[in-house]
């Protein structure tokens, strides 16, 4: 699947000698399709490539396999959130049950993991749990189901956006560090900056 851009021609990697090696190396990992995880299950990772594929309007298995991988980091790495309502469990336990309550739907809608699920009966279990009207089982006990879906979308939109591609087709020139901008007055652009087309 190829999203449409307005700017089809531009990729942001093709200013990478402009970064400090740091700033590349962290880039260019953002490339690698890594696909073992240190907290995630299989069940786990399919059922969060399904439900992104959905919350981001996006199939392709490059940027699915990274944003598996960057929310697999979060959860390893556990170094706690900035911020959490105080009825809402720590992040690692959220998204574990959370993900056992969605495939449970899966199961309970048609005798198939939610990642089997067509994608219309998807979408049904998504709006339901996204507005805290899918009926609670024992599994969902603990876990409020709008919070889920808010840590499911903020993880989700945090990596997608931090994908070079998605970088590329939106624009966005990445890191100005360390040649910074010059022409900053509005609808100036960088020479190295993409140009929209009509």
């Known amino acids: 699947m190829t999203k449409n851009s307005y700017y089809p021609t531009y990729n942001v990697m093709d200013e990478q000698n402009e970064w400090d090696p740091h700033t590349r190396s962290i880039v260019a990992a953002r490339l690698i ?9 299989i069940v786990e990772a399919e059922t969060l490539r399904a439900w992104c594929g959905l919350l981001m309007n996006d199939q ?20 706690g959130e900035g911020q959490r309502k105080r009825d809402t469990p720590p992040i690692r336990h959220l998204l574990r049950q959370g993900l056992k309550g969605i495939d449970e739907a899966g199961w309970l809608t048609a005798s198939l993991p939610f990642f089997k699920l067509n994608e219309p009966a998807q979408r049904q279990i998504m709006l339901q749990i996204s507005s805290a009207t899918y009926p609670p089982t024992r599994t969902w006990d603990g876990i409020p189901q709008k919070d889920l879906f808010q840590k499911l979308l903020q993880l989700s939109v945090e990596a997608y956006y931090s994908h ?24 100036q652009v960088d020479p190295w900056e993409a140009v929209r087309k009509p």
Do not use: C
């Open 60 to 79: 392709r298995g490059d940027i699915m396999q990274y944003i598996l991988s960057h929310m697999d980091q979060t959860l390893t790495d556990n170094k």
């Open 33 to 41: 399709r890594e696909q073992s995880y240190g907290f995630l299950t």
């Open 164 to 187: 070079p591609l998605i970088w590329s087709e939106i624009g966005f020139g990445g890191p100005a560090y360390p040649r910074g901008y010059v022409r900053t007055a509005p609808g």
